[in-house]
């Protein structure tokens, strides 16, 4: 079975700690790709990064970082030095190559003053 | 440019009544997405669309429909509403070279639906 599991449903930081959002996924298929999607209370779905399973490589962007490990099936994603501005529900995805994309649930994550 | 629009933005139905969400993007992308997204529940895919005149079902298809007569537009209809359709819908474009959903989809604001 394909399955997301984005078992934090909400977390509370208070600004400038780091966090870490827990992604663990299930699939059958040996080529998918994985994504994180943050949705800010505005609404709107924004794209984060996008890995495939070939590409086992730690990426940085700022005081963003993800760590996708195989072995464990997760794809965690971190926030270095959080802010206000990064409260928001962050979702994780899998696409498998011969099935359709499987959104978790979601973490809504606060970031307190 | 625009993006991805939606239209309309909210819309309370009457249980049985029917309606069409249009969902428009100016990036030229070949493939369109329907979701829904219920609280705790993520979002989950409706149907989708490969190009111009074609669609296919997503996870939850079942109380809808869609069409995709023009590259840039993808309709959602709902013949007959019911209050478990309460939801908020969104819709995506990607480019998706090859196979779909691969790539990063581009979301459209949303359009809150109440079933009463």
């Known amino acids: 079975a394909q399955k997301v599991t984005q078992a934090q449903t909400e977390i509370s930081v208070v600004e400038k700690e780091d966090v870490t959002l827990d992604c663990v996924y299930e699939?059958?298929?040996?080529?998918?790709?994985l994504f994180w999607y943050k949705q800010p209370p505005s609404g709107e779905l924004v794209f984060l990064i996008r890995?495939?399973?070939?590409?086992?490589q730690n990426e940085i962007s700022g005081r963003y970082s993800w760590n996708f490990q195989k072995s464990t099936s997760s794809f965690n994603f971190t926030i270095t030095a959080s802010q206000v501005v990064d409260s928001a529900v962050y979702f994780c995805?899998?696409?498998?190559?011969?099935?359709?994309?499987?959104f978790g649930k979601g973490t809504r994550l606060h970031i307190l003053p | 440019n625009a993006g991805v629009t939606q239209t309309p933005k909210f819309r309370v139905l009457k249980t049985g009544q029917s309606m069409t969400l249009l969902c428009a993007q100016d990036?030229?992308?070949?493939?369109m997405y329907w979701y829904r997204q219920d609280p705790g529940m993520g979002l989950r895919l409706i149907h989708y669309?490969?190009?111009?005149?074609?669609?296919a079902k997503g996870e939850v298809p079942d109380g809808y429909n869609v069409s995709r007569l023009k590259k840039q537009n993808f309709l959602l209809g709902l013949e007959s509403a019911a209050p478990s359709q309460t939801s908020v819908y969104f819709c995506?474009?990607?480019?998706?070279?090859?196979?779909?959903?691969?790539?990063?989809?581009?979301f459209g604001p949303g359009t809150r639906l109440t079933v009463t």
């Open positions: 995506a474009s990607s480019l998706d070279p090859g196979q779909p959903m691969t790539y990063e989809q581009y």
């Open positions: 699939t059958r298929d040996t080529t998918y790709y």
């Open positions: 890995r495939n399973s070939f590409d086992e």
């Open positions: 995805a899998l696409s498998p190559w011969n099935d359709k994309i499987i």
């Open positions: 990036m030229n992308h070949e493939y």
């Open positions: 669309s490969v190009g111009e005149g074609t669609t």
